[in-house]
């Protein structure tokens, strides 16, 4: 995606507010809806240099620096000055300027999704906000009815939280003392902030933070003198959201535990969930994802839904929007895992070497809740087809979020009976095909470095020896032991990998596997054999696709699904002996 | 009464034109209270529904008592033993499926019909209806090929599962997708047992043990017993499917002859059905 705008083509306006001077930046057309941006601590306008011009060609995006930060006069005393009440005027203030005649689309991050709850629960802005979106930010208000209900019943899970929050907000209490946190921020600190950022919360370094950092962050300490502890103490009672709220909570967060929002439908009664697996500078790491969730949020309220989503599956919070593409996704595991990604709300590509099934998978999937889906025809052993494939994918579709390398095919018959041709045949699909996969659409998640996340489908086989499938647990431990060294390699990207080891289920793999050393007759009838025995063992595929998102929400490494896989998987690792000896077992073909 | 109808099925017999009849009757039933179904209502009050529909146009006697399911019960989702096809006290809300079922005796002549809508749009089961078409399609074109009914249930089969469906008329009694109905003699009273008119259970006994003599079965089943041609007589057939939560099936009346004829040896009763209707409509 090329982005043609920068920070640096905004128009700049200055705004008098309360004793102070607001540096506001616009982007956009002005007849467009207009989304305001606003930044939090130690931070400036500029931590949404990567978002705004994202958000510029549908929206007028308005960014202002709170007052004391960035290029936005500090008030004088400081103490005091800080206050919602005062940020509150502050924004209006903007919110006039810009937009005097039409309702404004709040974007909040941090400190400023503090104050936006603020702004969006007070009864003098009612009318003035059409919609919110707020991110690792909560308000201080919903925090401390949260910590009183904590409080006033502390049962075991209650007290958890609570101790854990209590953790995770250590700085908060640091910045209470004085002058220290100042001296500090204008000192050290300020000077190594921006490598802390990259090293420990993953922040690309690009020229952010900028050289106002060491005044904003000892300016900002004032906003939690001066709010905090009174707000926490007594919170308002009345802090209902008057707009649509599209909550987006980053799971990997220091300072924040995603339990704060347990409540927050009490609070807010148009309330749209979103989660991500990343740190907490958000703005900064997955631009993208939030450009495509705000765009999405906004234009919903616009048009009348103020609910956003519709998609319907347990992980929507998770993967709506988000780009799934699925390998063998014409039937069995695939089939099932396309469409829980559908109804997750998610963008699939289904890809088959079967063209009618792979355009089935897209159209069904289309049904159940995928805003958009499509079918692509290509076998996965083929280099030069993936190599297209990716190309396309990504100049038509976007990159990949989640890919699913599942497509496989089963052979089963003695080591002697298998010729080189049936080795080849099987390690293309189902090592090279994975191979293929990762490799080229894990390359272009690493490129974008906004994370992501790869699945391949391994199997119980993968840690199971056995005597009839020589070829196939080959090469499926090699999806194993490879997904296993990717992970490791990927893991400071942002981009987990996971192995799914799922075990007999009913699909059509038995109908479709060849059995080597056996006549055309004999094959069909093991065929037909093998399929009647995994038809009465029943695990449906749909299970697998469960744990398949599952695991990606989780980010685990191996996940050996049904029953006997996880048996197998515990006596892989402590009673290899028996494993060996169920490997010499006749299969009763 | 368990006739040995083979003769006189012929399109225009009068025979047939008493199935026709209560088959007419059981969609009109259907749709009458399709109609009336709103947000709120449960499976046992549209089922009551139906009977009492039925009771007032004189149906005394039943193959089995109407049956409504709404939502994912329609999918037969997590059915473990028969008891949970009977009508609970599940609500219907906007947009969710419902199938109604029902097998009205009139006159003697039985009906076994199944009508699957949604309150308001579905397109889900939109789509699942659109493609049951060529299940009805196949299931005819292979009964007058003659071919064994447990070949034609697997490759029913095959075609749901290429379409991407779970074949969930294998959650029936025995896994049928069809079953044969016949006359039934009309009592002063009709007892049932677990919904199942008496009399006709007693016909399909009796066919049962007729077919067990001949090698053959009242039941469309997947089994061993179901691998024989087709039995002339007629067949209620109801192939059922299902995707995630929601289910759609129709049900009607196969008539098998033992004609030589491929045009006569099989036929649907009636094609003037709302399903078919339907489908005429969306080409």
């Not at chain 1, 809806?33 to 011009?53: C, N, Q, R």
């Not at chain 1, 699909?507 to 399929?531: L, M, P, W």
């Not at chain 2, 007629?234 to 009607?252: D, M, S």
Request: overall charge neutral; glycine content about 8%.
């Amino acid at each position: 995606m090329t982005v043609p705008v920068t920070l640096q083509d905004a128009r700049e306006r200055r705004v008098r507010t309360g004793g102070v001077e607001l540096c506001v930046a616009e982007l956009g057309d002005a007849g467009q809806p207009t989304v305001i941006l606003v930044h939090g601590y130690p931070d400036s306008k500029e931590v949404w240099s990567e978002i705004a011009p994202r958000l510029a060609d549908r929206f007028h995006v308005v960014l202002y620096d709170v007052r004391g930060h960035g290029r936005s006069t500090a008030p004088r005393p400081l103490r005091g000055g800080f206050t919602l009440e005062k940020l509150t005027d502050d924004f209006l203030a903007v919110a006039d300027a810009v937009s005097p005649d039409r309702p404004v689309h709040l974007v909040g991050h941090d400190w400023g999704s503090v104050q936006a709850w603020e702004f969006t629960t007070v009864e003098r802005t009612e009318g003035r906000i059409a919609s919110f979106t707020s991110m690792s930010g909560p308000s201080l208000d919903h925090f401390g009815h949260w910590i009183n209900t904590r409080l006033k019943r502390p049962t075991p899970r209650r007290v958890g939280e609570l101790l854990g929050q209590g953790a995770k907000s250590w700085y908060v209490y640091a910045l209470h003392t004085p002058v220290l946190p100042e001296l500090a921020w204008r000192g050290p600190l300020g000077k190594r902030w921006p490598r802390l950022l990259e090293r420990f919360e993953k922040v690309p370094g690009d020229g952010y933070p900028t050289s106002s950092l060491p005044t904003d962050a000892a300016h900002g300490s004032w906003l939690y003198r001066d709010n905090v502890r009174s707000r926490l103490r007594r919170p308002r009672p009345d802090a209902y959201a008057h707009a649509p709220v599209q909550l987006i909570t980053p799971l990997q967060d220091a300072f924040l535990s995603e339990k704060l929002y347990d409540e927050l439908e009490l609070w807010v009664p148009q309330l749209t969930r979103r989660t991500l697996a990343a740190k907490h500078w958000i703005p900064r790491s997955r631009p993208d994802q939030l450009a495509a969730w705000i765009t999405e949020f906004v234009t919903s309220v616009e048009g009348g839904r103020p609910d956003g989503v519709t998609a319907t599956g347990k992980y929507a919070d998770r993967f709506g929007g988000q780009l799934v593409l699925v390998t063998g996704a014409g039937s069995g595991i695939g089939r099932a895992t396309a469409y829980a990604f559908a109804e997750a709300g998610a963008r699939v590509v289904a890809v088959d070497r079967d063209a009618e099934a792979a355009a089935r998978t897209a159209e069904m999937s289309r049904l159940i809740g995928a805003p958009e889906a499509w079918a692509e025809t290509v076998d996965v052993s083929d280099e030069q087809a993936m190599e297209k494939l990716a190309e396309k994918v990504a100049r038509d579709y976007g990159v990949v979020d989640v890919l699913v390398n599942n497509a496989g095919i089963g052979l089963s018959g003695s080591f002697f009976d298998t010729t080189p041709e049936d080795w080849k045949k099987v390690l293309d699909v189902n090592l090279w095909g994975v191979i293929h996969g990762c490799r080229l659409f894990g390359r272009q998640m690493a490129e974008r470095g906004q994370g992501g996340h790869i699945v391949n489908t391994a199997s119980a086989a993968a840690y199971q020896p056995s005597k009839a499938l020589p070829a196939y647990s080959t090469s499926k431990a090699a999806v194993l032991m490879l997904s296993e060294c990717l992970r490791a390699e990927l893991a400071g990207q942002g981009i987990g990998v996971t192995a799914i080891c799922p075990g007999f289920v009913n699909t059509n793999i038995t109908s479709t596997a060849h059995f080597a050393g056996v006549d055309a007759e004999e094959e069909k009838r093991r065929q037909k054999k093998s399929a009647r025995l995994y038809g009465l063992r029943n695990y449906p595929p749909e299970k697998v696709a469960d744990a398949i998102l599952r695991a990606v929400v989780r980010g685990e490494a191996v996940v050996p699904v049904t029953p006997e896989a996880r048996g197998a998987y515990l006596m892989s690792r402590f009673t290899p002996k028996a494993l060996r000896r169920i490997a010499r077992l006749e299969p009763p073909l | 009464m368990t006739t040995a109808v083979t003769g006189e099925l012929r399109a225009e017999s009068a025979e047939l034109q008493g199935f026709r009849r209560v088959q007419r009757l059981a969609y009109e039933c259907a749709e009458a209270v399709a109609a009336q179904l709103e947000p709120g209502i449960t499976e046992r009050e549209a089922a009551r529904m139906q009977r009492e529909w039925l009771r007032e146009r004189g149906v005394r006697d039943w193959f089995h008592l109407p049956f409504a399911w709404f939502g994912d019960r329609t999918a037969f989702v997590k059915f473990r033993i028969p008891l949970q096809f009977f009508p609970t006290n599940r609500r219907l809300e906007p947009g969710m499926p419902f199938i109604l079922d029902m097998a009205p005796v009139f006159d003697g002549y039985t009906a076994d019909i199944g009508y699957s809508g949604s309150l308001g749009i579905n397109p889900v089961q939109d789509k699942l209806m659109a493609d049951l078409e060529a299940h009805r399609e196949l299931i005819l074109r292979e009964v007058r090929e003659r071919r064994p009914l447990r070949e034609i249930y697997e490759n029913v089969d095959r075609l749901m599962v290429r379409q991407g469906y779970a074949n969930r008329h294998r959650a029936y009694p025995f896994g049928v997708i069809a079953h044969k109905v016949d006359r039934v003699r009309q009592r002063r009273w009709s007892a049932h047992v677990f919904g199942f008119g008496t009399q006709s259970l007693k016909g399909l006994a009796s066919d049962a043990l007729h077919g067990h003599r001949e090698g053959w079965s009242p039941l469309w089943s997947p089994y061993r017993f179901s691998d024989h041609p087709p039995q002339p007589g007629l067949w209620a057939v109801e192939p059922h499917l299902g995707f995630r939560g929601t289910g759609a099936k129709f049900e009607e009346i196969l008539v098998v002859t033992d004609s030589a004829d491929p045009e006569e040896s099989a036929f649907w009763l009636d094609d003037d059905l709302p399903h078919v209707r339907r489908w005429a409509e969306e080409k």
